[in-house]
């Protein structure tokens, strides 16, 4: 490319990000069924890079997700996810795992987790921090946009995620860190002893103040856990915590009928 531009053949010809007005032009001139119902999250997923929005709409299109909610979880399609490995891979190994410690994170990542989640220095993260920033790979503190979060995550063994997993979940449990946050970085650390009390705690906590769905969720979840664990009993409780749960969110949902009062006698526009 430089031999070309030198030669008066080509120019480099720089271009920011996409608003989000203009990722909403462009998926509306695209002329695709479905396609513009996603463009607040498809914005946010390529931080408004061309390339990135393209690229994810021919992976929802190929996939015949246009029609969908739009997924949980979605990893770098097409040409995408090669283009940012090579971003990642230039980074410096401390780099690479401050990037992966905020991925797992998500959005409780804070700078200050670095230094005791990597066991570095205050002086080597703020370097790891700036260097991430450079490479546009982080923005402060958040990604600078899903799609790399979702790379960096794609380029973890599944052993070096536990082992994340386990560091963030007792930095969180240091900092009082609420107690399904807990049990999700115990779950993924693979430490389900560690887990369950947490989760159990989660869906008490909710039963007090969120819908029961929410709490039954966490129950029957614990439930299981139990089951695998061989804790037979402690599974029946939880389960029959799930159904009184569960039992409450079907009456929530019946309202009561309420008959309207019959006109007496004396009924204004009532007839003698």
């Not at 994340?164 to 049990?183: K, T, V």
Request: aromatic content about 4%; hydrophobic content about 45%; charged content about 20%.
């Amino acid at each position: 490319m430089s031999r070309l531009v030198d030669a008066g053949l080509a120019r480099i010809v720089e271009v920011d990000a996409l608003t989000d007005e203009d990722v909403r032009r462009m998926v509306a001139a695209m002329g695709l069924p479905g396609a513009e119902a996603h463009v607040e999250a498809l914005a946010r997923y390529t931080g408004g890079n061309p390339l990135y929005v393209v690229e994810t709409l021919k992976h929802l299109l190929e996939t015949d997700s246009l029609q969908r909610e739009w997924p949980q979880r979605l990893p770098p399609p097409g040409r995408v996810g090669p283009l940012i490995q090579w971003r990642l891979e230039g980074l410096s190994p401390v780099a690479l795992q401050c990037a992966r410690l905020a991925a797992l994170a998500g959005a409780f990542f804070r700078a200050s987790l670095v230094p005791r989640g990597l066991q570095v220095t205050p002086a080597e993260a703020h370097e790891a921090l700036a260097e991430l920033e450079a490479a546009q790979v982080l923005l402060g503190e958040r990604f600078s946009h899903d799609l790399v979060m979702e790379a960096v995550r794609a380029g973890m063994g599944s052993g070096e995620e536990r082992g994340l997993h386990a560091r963030l979940a007792a930095l969180f449990e240091e900092d009082g860190a609420p107690s399904i946050l807990l049990a999700h970085h115990w779950l993924g650390a693979g430490w389900t002893e560690h887990a369950l009390p947490h989760l159990l705690a989660s869906a008490r906590s909710d039963e007090q103040v969120l819908p029961p769905e929410l709490a039954a969720g966490h129950y029957a979840r614990a439930a299981s856990l139990m089951q695998s664990l061989g804790r037979h009993a402690e599974a029946a409780q939880a389960r029959a915590a799930e159904a009184r749960c569960r039992l409450q969110a079907a009456s929530a949902e019946v309202a009561p009928f309420t008959p309207a009062p019959a006109a007496g006698p004396g009924a204004r526009g009532s007839r003698g």
